[in-house]
Nanobody, 128 residues
């Protein structure tokens, strides 16, 4: 059984930074393409960022480009989301997700339905 555990959320003032971590256990981490999503109250889950198995390929939604950075450490079975210059609009529960991919080295996944496993989420609140 694969488990994903997010950490690093919290309360921060606008303009501040947070670094989210997602630790993955249960299977070889390097087989998974990874992604971050968020969901604000009353809204649908939104794609934020994705990274390929190798870490060579990344993708971001337009609203976070230049502010957020996704990365992974395959030796530590962890994916990160560095969030800078946060705004109140970034307030949401943030989720990491894993997609088992035995074929593609550089594939990034942006569609929630394509992911196989999800974490429980971590709350990020940005005050104005």
């Amino acid at each position: 059984q694969v488990q994903l555990v997010e950490s690093g959320g919290g309360l921060v003032q606008a303009g501040g930074s947070l670094r989210l971590s997602c630790a993955v256990s249960g299977r070889t981490f390097s087989l998974y393409a990874m992604g971050w999503f968020r969901q604000a109250p009353g809204k649908e889950r939104e794609f934020i960022a994705a990274i390929s198995k190798s870490g060579d390929n990344t993708r971001y939604t337009d609203s976070v480009k230049g502010r957020f950075t996704i990365s992974r450490d395959n030796a530590k079975n962890t994916v990160f989301l560095q969030m800078n210059n946060l705004t109140p609009e970034d307030t949401a529960v943030y989720y990491c997700a894993a997609e088992l991919d035995l074929i593609h080295r550089a594939k990034v996944v942006t569609v929630p339905g394509e992911y196989d496993y999800w974490g429980q989420g971590t709350q990020v609140t940005v005050s104005s």
